[in-house]
């Protein structure tokens, strides 16, 4: 592998020669303070200095709709699997959604494989892109310690000033840049300028809570029946904005649309929310998470404690969209700063 610059100048060559050999998508603003990822054919069509975008890029691993099989029932009962996926690259993805699709990429290859996401994975380029500085003040991610790149892309971008440095991670990295053919090669100076910049950054991102990141676990676990949960439950809407703009959540429902006359349909997954009620209610009536507050400490444990007892990994990345979009104010850093004042 390699690595490389790449003049800005010559950055609406590398988007549109990209584009042409395949679909590019990418962060766009929507609004003031709102980005989102979409098609793009230049780098005109860019923002590149932005927030965390509305949806994360997830929504292209896991689709929010997306038919699993097909079938038809008038010659017996013909089934067969659906794998709607298309080629892309995926230009400008922060650290903190690398390190959210990296988490996704765990759990689908856990057992039984989701052999859909792992198509979808598998047909998606990703080009990372470095955050020199916060976002917002909403963002944990050097708490989570996801403010530097660790891996899970193809290509990475730092900005360094008149250039970008970029690091090529993959042979599909390597083989998208050589087609761009707009690219130098890196050399000393540029690296030195490169670790000149995460010496600054060492300054610049520091623990947003002022916690042991290794204790949160515990704070959790000793947590459990914290009056924190009743401030949340009151407090919380049950809306399922935090879940759906959450790079890592990854709960799904599935249900089957027949046509009209039974004959035919689809089997389809849509995303779900373990905020909403019904998520947790099973045959007979019973909810096993029925009050608000159940169902909030059930996310914040999805995030801070199951999965580090399960994979050794936090699935928080620090991105701060939950924060950014609750209608009820509830602030994430807050809640952890809550817990570890309670059960220090």
């Not at 230049?42 to 038919?67: C, D, G, N, R, V």
């Not at 530097?148 to 390597?174: C, R, S």
Request: aromatic share 10%.
């Amino acid at each position: 592998m390699q690595n490389a610059i790449l003049r800005k100048s010559h950055l609406n060559d590398f988007i549109s020669k990209l584009a042409v050999i395949e679909k590019v998508m990418a962060p766009v603003a929507k609004g003031p303070n709102h980005y989102a990822f979409e098609e793009v054919k230049s780098a005109k069509e860019i923002s590149l200095q932005y927030i965390p975008t509305i949806l994360p890029p997830k929504k292209y691993f896991m689709p929010q709709h997306e038919t699993l099989l097909e079938y038809d029932t008038r010659e017996g009962q013909k089934m067969h699997a659906v794998a709607e996926v298309e080629k892309m690259v995926l230009f400008g993805v922060h650290t903190c959604d690398l390190a959210g699709i990296q988490c996704l990429n765990i759990v689908f290859s856990d057992r039984p494989k989701d052999l859909n996401y792992l198509i979808h994975k598998n047909k998606i380029a990703i080009i990372g892109f470095e955050c020199n500085n916060y976002c917002d003040e909403h963002a944990s991610c050097a708490l989570m310690g996801n403010h530097i790149p660790k891996g899970g892309y193809d290509m990475f971008f730092t900005d360094l000033g008149d250039y970008f440095f970029i690091h090529v991670n993959t042979q599909l990295g390597e083989e998208l840049l050589d087609k761009t053919g707009v690219y130098e090669e890196a050399k000393i100076e540029h690296m030195n300028a490169l670790e000149d910049l995460r010496a600054k950054k060492k300054e610049i991102f520091k623990n947003e809570v002022d916690v042991d990141k290794n204790m949160i676990p515990e704070y959790f676990k000793k947590g459990f029946d914290s009056a924190v949960w009743d401030d949340l439950g009151e407090r919380c809407i049950s809306c399922g904005n935090c879940t759906n703009v959450c790079p890592t959540c990854y709960c799904f429902d599935v249900y089957d649309d027949p046509d009209l006359g039974a004959k035919t349909g689809k089997r389809i997954r849509v995303w779900d929310s373990c905020q909403n009620e019904p998520f947790a209610r099973v045959a007979g009536g019973e909810s096993f998470r029925s009050q608000r507050k159940d169902r909030k400490r059930h996310r914040f444990n999805r995030k801070f404690r199951y999965p580090v007892e399960r994979y050794g990994k936090f699935f928080c990345t620090g991105c701060g969209r939950c924060t950014r979009v609750c209608m009820a104010k509830i602030n994430l850093k807050d809640t952890i700063k809550s817990l570890a004042k309670e059960y220090k």
